[in-house]
């Protein structure tokens, strides 16, 4: 399995909700991303998890909240987001944040929409 | 911090060759990569360099001196398919490791 599965493909949320996205691979791989990709953008860097503790926060909101319940699985929280939110988010996973450059695997993102 | 600059767009028939550039600063420079990704769809990996040279997949190579803070992406055999977005990303060891992406060469190829 070369994949990464991201779900929902598609979110629409009010400011008030809470709602997850799922990610997740079967390639073995330590390290996993989160990035935020506006349109005509380039990918953002969210969060980035070594073998499943956080090892960079960029910054992020707190009404974004990472979880990793396992080094397969990825989760992203999300709470009482902004209009300004509405991106694609896309998850990513290498070999390992700090070995050798081995290119990121992406998932085909979730493309959220807040209203 | 990290900056990286591409041309915004390049423009290319097909069959032709295309090469695209890319300057970056960073303090702990571990390595540059590229990344292809069409509309609506995911980055795709395309290549690494870490150390001063050619690397040749296919069609593409990627071109790094790290003297220069310099790289390209090499296209040749120009196909339809390969319209699509470009982004170098420097991997960088500063602060931890961390990938961060260039804003992207928008490439047309035309009939």
């Known amino acids: 399995d070369t994949e990464v599965t991201q779900t929902p493909k598609h979110l629409v949320m009010g400011m008030t909700n809470k709602k997850s996205l799922k990610c997740e691979q079967h390639?073995?791989?330590?390290?996993m991303y989160w990035y935020k990709q506006k349109a005509k953008k380039p990918p953002e860097l969210m969060f980035v998890?070594?073998?499943?503790?956080?090892?960079i926060n960029e910054s992020v909101p707190s009404r974004f909240s990472p979880e990793c319940p396992n080094s397969s699985l990825l989760n992203l929280h999300l709470h009482a987001l902004q209009p300004e939110d509405s991106a694609l988010y896309l998850c990513?996973?290498?070999?390992?944040?700090?070995?050798?450059?081995?290119?990121?695997?992406f998932g085909s993102g979730t493309r959220l929409t807040v209203v | 911090g990290q900056s990286l600059e591409q041309p915004s767009e390049v423009t290319a028939v097909e069959g032709a060759i295309v090469q695209i550039n890319c300057t970056y600063q960073?303090?702990?420079?571990?390595?540059l990569s590229w990344y292809q990704q069409h509309d609506g769809g995911a980055p795709t990996f395309l290549s690494y360099?870490?150390?001063?040279g050619l690397e040749e997949t296919g069609r593409f190579s990627s071109f790094l001196s790290r003297s220069d803070s310099y790289g390209y992406l090499l296209l040749q055999e120009l196909q339809m398919k390969d319209s699509a977005s470009y982004f170098c990303?420097?991997?960088?060891?500063?602060?931890?490791?961390?990938?961060?992406f260039g804003a992207g060469t928008r490439l047309f190829v035309k009939a």
């Open positions: 990513a996973s290498s070999q390992d944040a700090g070995g050798p450059g081995y290119g990121y695997t």
């Open positions: 390639m073995g791989h330590r390290a």
């Open positions: 998890y070594s073998y499943e503790k956080l090892s």
């Open positions: 960073t303090s702990g420079f571990y390595g």
């Open positions: 360099n870490a150390l001063d």
């Open positions: 990303a420097v991997r960088d060891r500063a602060g931890g490791f961390k990938t961060i």
